[in-house]
């Protein structure tokens, strides 16, 4: 699938779709004429991007990271490596956080509506 058609059906800008190549997330081969042709599998390869781009990692990790998960057309998992584990452990610590951070946001704010909302 061209580019275009890409960007269609995962929501991502065309923009987008050429840096996740340009960083290795993400292969095209050539047409002859020298446009970009997707395979069927780019669609799930770049929603698991936007997903691990959600969880807070950089595009560097995200390269790191995806030959080590299992695609989804059932291929096998690359091994990670400990460092990388680290890594991926210590940012999931750091989602932890942030979620501790903002459930304790909600609750004083919670607070402020009762008693603003009076008796």
Do not use: N, W
Request: aromatic share 4%.
């Amino acid at each position: 699938m061209r580019i275009g058609e890409l960007a269609r059906r995962t929501g991502v800008s065309e923009r987008s779709l050429r840096y996740y190549e340009q960083q290795g997330m993400l292969t095209a081969q050539r047409t002859p004429g020298g446009h970009r042709d997707y395979s069927e599998a780019a669609v799930d390869r770049v929603i698991r991007i936007q997903e691990l781009f959600a969880a807070g990692l950089c595009s560097e990790k995200i390269v790191e990271l995806l030959p080590c998960m299992r695609d989804t057309d059932g291929g096998p998992a690359g091994t990670a490596t400990p460092r990388l584990v680290a890594d991926l452990t210590a940012e999931r610590a750091r989602i932890d956080r942030t979620i501790g951070d903002l459930i304790r946001s909600r609750e004083v704010l919670d607070e402020v509506i009762k008693a603003a909302s009076g008796p």
